[in-house]
């Protein structure tokens, strides 16, 4: 029987290797950590746990969330009831029950740390800190700070964003987003069960800076900062140029989640990407021939998901810091979500998960005069009704 190793235990090592346990493969985890805490939301969206239900359909503490408040520089808040709730779990939590999924299916688990990866013939030899393992095959799931040079994406520094955040002992019923002016990124309030998740992910600005932006949000919101556990954190931002220049798969390996760049670049999910690369990743070993397997993985990644992720690369500093109707983009869609309910829609389809980057600019200008008429008839009337008040 060959082995499989997967180098890594978060959600898509995880995610592999039960598939790859299920199907009767020999598959081993390694992993320092195991199931461990990030300052991400760790918010599941409605597209994933409609594909994958034991995300949702499970024993593990976990929210049930639809009420979102969003807001921005100059024009306030709103709020918006999602037509599907996102669901919410502690990264911890999270993490271990996909790990006990995949244990469950037959996977074996070793809490090793991989020191090194050497070609081993047609196979792999892995050096870890009590010796050494065996292996046919690697699924690359070292997550964003991988240290096997030789495998997974390559990045540069305009292909990664800070995550920072607080784990808050709080409570909140719903979730917050708050745009900041000139940042590729947002502040996060996400409830968990039992505490929050408070942070902050940025592109190009510095960890202290935007611990600082984050620091401050929470002061002016009352969030206590006294007994919160902070947590740092490197997440996968790749430009278009790193999404085309993607090192995905080779020779006997092949990376699935963080270590293959699979993060939203304008919203920085990735569990959605763990879990379905994993997935993608299984097929592809189980069914192809060996020289076809990276290449077929590559295909099957870009079909998927891969040409949107790219295209929403080219999107994200524009909708950060681009500017429309003499206005901060993010200010102007709070505007418009307020007087539009069209554009609502496409809001809520887009925190679904549902409404890819790919057709996102079709769909906007097939609504657009829609949604200024119902803008404009909104100023209208509020201006007919004011009127009316002060005779």
């Known amino acids: 029987m060959k082995t499989i190793a997967v180098l890594g235990g978060g959600p898509a090592g995880a995610s592999a290797a039960e598939r790859l346990a299920r199907a009767g493969l020999k598959t081993i985890i390694l992993d320092e950590k195991l199931a461990w805490e990030k300052p991400c939301g760790g918010g599941i969206t409605y597209k994933a746990y409609s594909q994958y239900p034991y995300l949702i359909e499970n024993d593990t503490p976990k929210k049930l969330v639809t009420d979102t408040l969003l807001a921005a520089p100059k024009s306030g808040e709103f709020k918006m009831a999602l037509h599907r709730p996102l669901v919410i779990y502690s990264r911890l939590d999270l993490n271990g029950m996909l790990l006990r999924r995949a244990e469950a299916a037959g996977a074996e688990i070793e809490k090793e740390r991989v020191l090194g990866l050497e070609r081993n013939g047609d196979g792999w030899r892995i050096r870890t800190r009590t010796g050494r393992i065996d292996a046919d095959y690697c699924v690359i799931a070292t997550g964003a700070r991988n240290p096997l040079r030789e495998v997974g994406t390559q990045y540069t520094a305009q292909d990664t964003m800070y995550a920072l955040g607080y784990w808050v002992p709080s409570d909140q019923a719903h979730i917050d987003i708050q745009f900041l002016p000139n940042l590729e990124g947002y502040i996060w309030v996400f409830p968990r069960a039992g505490h929050l998740s408070v942070g902050i992910c940025g592109k190009s600005e510095s960890a202290q800076c935007l611990r600082t932006r984050l620091e401050r949000y929470m002061d002016e919101k009352g969030l206590c900062r006294k007994q919160a556990k902070f947590y740092g954190h490197m997440l996968p931002a790749l430009e278009s140029r790193g999404w085309r220049n993607n090192r995905l798969a080779g020779e006997g390996w092949i990376a699935v989640g963080d270590a293959g760049g699979m993060v939203d670049p304008i919203t920085g999910e990735g569990l959605y990407y763990a879990v379905r690369s994993g997935d993608l990743a299984s097929q592809v070993v189980l069914s192809e021939e060996p020289a076809e397997k990276a290449e077929r993985y ?42 539009s309910p069209k554009f609502c829609e496409i809001m809520q389809d887009l925190f679904a998960g549902t409404q890819p980057y790919l057709e996102l600019k079709n769909r906007l200008l097939r609504n657009v005069n829609t949604t200024l008429h119902e803008i404009l008839m909104s100023f209208l009337f509020r201006k007919l009704i004011l009127s009316e008040t002060r005779s």
């Open 298 to 339: 590559r295909q099957m990644i870009s079909r998927d998901f891969g040409m949107d992720l790219t295209y929403g690369a080219g999107l994200a500093k524009r909708l950060f810091c681009g500017a429309i109707f003499f206005g901060a983009v993010p200010s102007r869609m709070i505007d418009f979500m307020k007087r």
